[in-house]
């Protein structure tokens, strides 16, 4: 790789503004509340894929922002995001391939339908609240209701529940209706907004 690319994607992957720009208006207008920054996502990153080979889960993974942060800067491991808004998912696509981020992989669906077990940690950045009435919704493009909120954090936390010990989860601004007692907070950054559990 050229110097002069090295150095864009270095530049890409370490500001929020130069990454956000790589969207359309719609999309950068939802970027401070619905997109993660990308120094929780470096941080969060460093915590889920402590060892190489590492399978991550971003939990409604919206444009991957914080899967394509997290794979450029933790290239050992690989990150997958599933994503119920189609092109949403086609944007994240679309960057990984524009950059050569390979270690990326983006699902278009329902988390509903997702194998817990081929994963080794999990990323959630309360992708489910908008569900609540009066929160600001990214579009009206998918359903939205109180009675989904329950149902997504309910099925969230057995899947959580039924995984192996050691199992890593990195939170921001969640309500943590979705995790179980057998994991532990080990560690928050960003003024308790981003919290790190750890199944025991």
Known sequence: ?????????????????????LF???IQT?????WTPVEVAKAAA????????AHVLDIGSGIGKFCLTAAYHKPEAVFYGVEQRKDLAGYA????CTFGIYNVSFIHGNFTHIDFRQFDSFYFFNSFYENLEGTEK?????EH???LYNYYSRYLYKQ?????????IATYHSLEDEIPPSYYVVKTAFNGLLKFWINV
């Open 1 to 21: 790789m050229m110097l002069a690319q090295q150095l864009q994607l270095k530049s890409l992957f370490n500001d929020d503004l130069r990454f956000n720009q």
């Open 24 to 26: 359309p208006k719609r």
């Open 30 to 34: 939802k970027a401070t509340r619905h």
């Open 46 to 53: 460093d915590f889920l894929a402590p060892d190489k080979g």
């Open 93 to 96: 696509f679309d960057v990984g």
């Open 138 to 142: 990214i579009d009206y493009t998918i």
């Open 145 to 147: 209701s109180s009675a």
């Open 160 to 168: 959580l529940e039924g995984m192996r010990k050691g199992t890593r």
